[in-house]
């Protein structure tokens, strides 16, 4: 069973400029949800894709963007990066069909925006 | 504000001795619970979930505690290892509706410090 990994491990961005962050999802899984994580906080969710398509959203704006691909694996979009952007970039997998649907997180990608 | 949060950001055991980790949460409607364990550099590691209809569920030297009374979970570990070092954060998820957002809610973590 392959687990759910994240590309690249570490970004450093400037203020103002665009970014992609990737994730491959547990194999078998096919819901994935964005999540960031400030230094010394708690995750929080940014969105979730099933089918393709956004399936609920958490407390972000609209330049936090997503894609989900046919084969499950997903892309987070950010534009005009700020400051307050930098964080740890979390993705986690899921199968819708299971009742409780537990969520498995890759390692996450490292975000500096300078 | 914070749904989910935690009563002590760093717990200091004796190794070998049982952990407790408590969490706190507010959203009444919340179905469905989950620990996670997250060392340095990694990801969230998930450690066991419990549903809302329950009140305790065990793994491996691990116990969950629910009480929907007071709004308030715990994670016991017994017999604490070096390897039980990282902190610790519970989760929870509010909604459920067929296929829709299963997005969780997390606390701010409580660091677990294990001492030789």
């Known amino acids: 069973e392959t687990g759910v990994t994240q590309s690249p491990t570490h970004l450093i961005k400037t203020r103002g400029q665009q970014v992609t962050l990737r994730c491959s999802s547990q194999?078998?899984?096919?819901?994935v949800s964005w999540y960031q994580q400030a230094l010394g906080q708690g995750p929080q969710f940014i969105f979730q894709?099933?089918?393709?398509?956004?399936?609920g959203r958490g407390n972000f704006p609209p330049r936090f963007s997503g894609l989900q691909f046919p084969n499950y694996s997903s892309e987070l979009n950010v534009n005009a990066l700020e400051l307050d952007d930098s964080a740890l970039y979390l993705c986690?997998?899921?199968?819708?069909?299971?009742?409780?649907?537990?969520?498995?997180f890759g390692p996450g990608t490292r975000l500096t925006v300078t | 504000g914070e749904s989910v949060g935690l009563h002590l950001p760093t717990l200091s055991v004796q190794e070998g001795d049982n952990s407790i980790i408590n969490c706190a949460y507010s959203?009444?409607?919340?179905?469905?619970f989950i620990w996670y364990k997250q060392e340095s550099g990694k990801g969230p590691q998930f450690i066991i979930d419990?549903?809302?209809?329950?009140d305790k569920r065990q793994g491996q030297r691990v116990t969950v505690l629910l009480n929907k009374t007071v709004k308030h979970l715990s994670l016991q570990i017994a017999a604490t290892q070096p390897g039980d070092s990282a902190v610790y954060f519970c989760?929870?998820?509010?909604?459920?509706?067929?296929?829709?957002?299963?997005?969780?809610?997390f606390g701010k973590g409580t660091h677990l410090i294990i001492q030789p």
């Open positions: 419990i549903r809302s209809n329950m």
């Open positions: 959203n009444s409607a919340s179905d469905y």
């Open positions: 986690a997998s899921s199968l819708v069909g299971l009742a409780y649907r537990e969520q498995y």
């Open positions: 894709y099933y089918r393709e398509e956004e399936n």
């Open positions: 194999s078998g899984h096919n819901t």
């Open positions: 989760a929870e998820r509010g909604w459920e509706s067929g296929g829709g957002a299963d997005g969780l809610t």
